[in-house]
């Protein structure tokens, strides 16, 4: 059975920090890649962060760069996001996801295989 487990959601202010875990298993972690998603409401699921845990090429939208930081412990099948400098537009249901195999970054959300139920994330002024 796959899970994926995300922890680590919860309420900060502005320029605050928090560290998402996603926790994996029931499929092939190697050579998947595997990623962040969020969601707010009345918006489409945008990727946030994405990272091979084999190659691991590393992808992250725009919009998180230079304040997010992906990483994976292929040992612990676990995958992280670290966020720092969190903004309100940050706010938003976050979303573990995999790609089996990794045949390219994982970018959008019609790529992946395989999804968490999500951790809220949620950023005031």
């Known amino acids: 059975q796959v899970q994926l487990q995300e922890s680590g959601g919860g309420s900060v202010q502005s320029g605050g920090s928090l560290r998402l875990s996603c926790a994996a298993s029931?499929?092939?972690?190697?050579?998947?890649?595997i990623g962040w998603f969020r969601q707010a409401p009345g918006q489409e699921r945008e990727g946030v962060a994405s990272i091979g845990t084999e190659t691991k090429p590393t992808y992250y939208a725009d919009s998180v760069k230079g304040r997010f930081t992906i990483s994976q412990d292929s040992a612990k099948n676990a995958l992280y996001l670290q966020m720092n400098n969190l903004k309100v537009d940050d706010t938003a249901m976050y979303y573990c996801a995999a790609r089996v195999p990794c045949i390219g970054p994982l970018t959008m959300a019609a790529n992946a295989k395989y999804w968490g139920q999500g951790t809220q994330v949620t950023v005031s002024s």
């Open positions: 029931g499929f092939t972690y190697r050579n998947s890649c």
